[in-house]
């Protein structure tokens, strides 16, 4: 970014509020349909029932993180697979984010100031995903950070119940 461009930021602050972006980036889950479907209904587990609600009401756009496909748009279609980050090593994880940043640069063109929020498992998000984005100028939002799978699922089912 040019320093004419951040002097401009660091100057009219609030106009940067008309340009930040919300963007959900909810985690994949092994429960999925038996054929194919577009990504969004593809997971068929209460946790991302719970997870896409959510997302749905707090940005503007969102993105499924998948352990095979990696950056997938909701609407997108695909199979049924069964691959997983859970047994993936460390390296793999590692690859796995360092190729899912480049989507994300070619797919969503992040901006500084984009808010990332991410409903994802800690081997999703801790092996260069968080640092990428906030890399890139993003906040980076994990509203169920340290919590285990029976948390989220009441938060969500808190969550929902509040917008009703």
Not at 21 to 28: D, F, H, P
Request: a neutral charge.
């Amino acid at each position: 970014m040019g320093l004419l461009c951040r002097e401009f930021k660091s100057a009219y602050p609030e106009l940067m509020v008309w340009t930040q972006r919300r963007i959900g980036l909810v985690g994949c889950v092994k429960e999925k349909a038996a054929v194919p479907q577009a990504a969004k209904d593809l997971y068929v587990s209460a946790l991302f029932a719970g997870r896409r609600s959510y997302v749905e009401q707090s940005n503007g756009d969102w993105w499924v993180l998948s352990a095979e496909h990696g950056l997938v748009h909701p609407d997108e279609v695909l199979a049924p697979y069964d691959v997983t980050l859970k047994d993936a090593g460390r390296p793999a994880r590692r690859s796995w984010s360092k190729q899912l940043l480049v989507m994300i640069d070619e797919r969503i063109h992040p901006r500084q100031g984009d808010v990332f929020e991410i409903h994802a498992g800690a081997e999703y998000r801790e092996f260069g995903l968080v640092d990428g984005l906030r890399d890139r100028g993003c906040v980076v939002e994990v509203p169920t950070e340290g919590m285990r799978i029976g948390e989220q699922l009441r938060f969500y089912k808190q969550a929902r119940e509040h917008q009703l």
